[in-house]
């Protein structure tokens, strides 16, 4: 089975804070992904890396970095966090195959 | 704008009936679409996918149908079971874009006993 795991469940920042937001994927896939989920919104992609050290903006970078240093890791950073940035973080990972492994993502709550 | 489209943010059905969850799409790029089912508190699950170019996929409880002409997709559940509670999401890959999924805003279902 595949294992996405990300590194924390619960975060809770205040405005301002740089954030690291870590996923691990034990399967050696190439293609790793960020989304956010927010309610009425589903899920909308933030970034993507289809190798170590390349990455793809998704539908919404802004305020968001990304960092893939190892094909396993792959980092989601929010700058200076805002208010807005309070969300669902999802990280997956992709095979060769069409779908996506998810891990059970990050709930992170900017005071 | 949104190219996956699930128009029913909630359904109910009971135990043992037939859930079917409906999807939209705008975009003809897309080549896959799959379903993903989602537990509070847990990350999606991959539940069932069908290519372009096929009309239907069955999986167990699972059916998804596909109809190009009219750009929707549907998800059968028969019979619903009580653990089939959860948010239900539609998503579409398109050809030759990176392998990024566009996701639909999901639909809960409650099956309830």
């Known amino acids: 089975d595949v294992k996405v795991t990300q590194s924390s469940r619960y975060l809770v920042k205040r405005t301002g804070e740089k954030v690291f937001l870590e996923c691990v994927q034990d399967?050696?896939?190439?293609?790793m992904f960020w989304y956010r989920q927010d309610p009425g919104l589903g899920l909308r992609l933030i970034y993507f890396s289809y190798d170590v050290k390349m990455k793809e903006k998704g539908d919404i970078p802004e305020g968001y970095s990304v960092s893939r240093e190892k094909k396993e890791r792959f980092s989601l950073i929010l700058e200076s966090t805002s208010t807005n940035q309070t969300s669902m973080y999802l990280c997956?990972?992709?095979?060769?195959?069409?779908?996506?492994?998810f891990g059970d993502g990050t709930r992170l709550s900017i005071l | 704008d949104q190219q996956v489209k699930q128009n029913s943010p909630s359904l109910s059905v009971q135990e043992g009936r037939i859930s079917i969850l409906n999807c939209d799409y705008t975009?003809?790029?897309?080549?896959?679409f799959l379903w993903y089912k989602k537990y509070p508190a847990e990350g999606p699950t991959f539940l069932i996918s069908i290519s372009s170019i096929k009309d239907k996929n069955e999986d167990g409880r699972f059916t998804v149908f596909l109809n190009k002409s009219a750009k929707h997709l549907s998800l059968h559940i028969v019979p619903s079971q009580p653990g089939d509670s959860a948010v239900y999401f539609c998503?579409?890959?398109?050809?030759?874009?990176?392998?990024?999924?566009?996701f639909g805003k999901g639909t809960s279902l409650l099956v309830t006993p």
């Open positions: 998503a579409a890959r398109e050809l030759n874009s990176g392998y990024a999924l566009n």
């Open positions: 975009n003809s790029m897309f080549d896959y």
């Open positions: 399967m050696d896939h190439e293609n």
């Open positions: 997956a990972s992709r095979d060769t195959g069409v779908a996506q492994h």
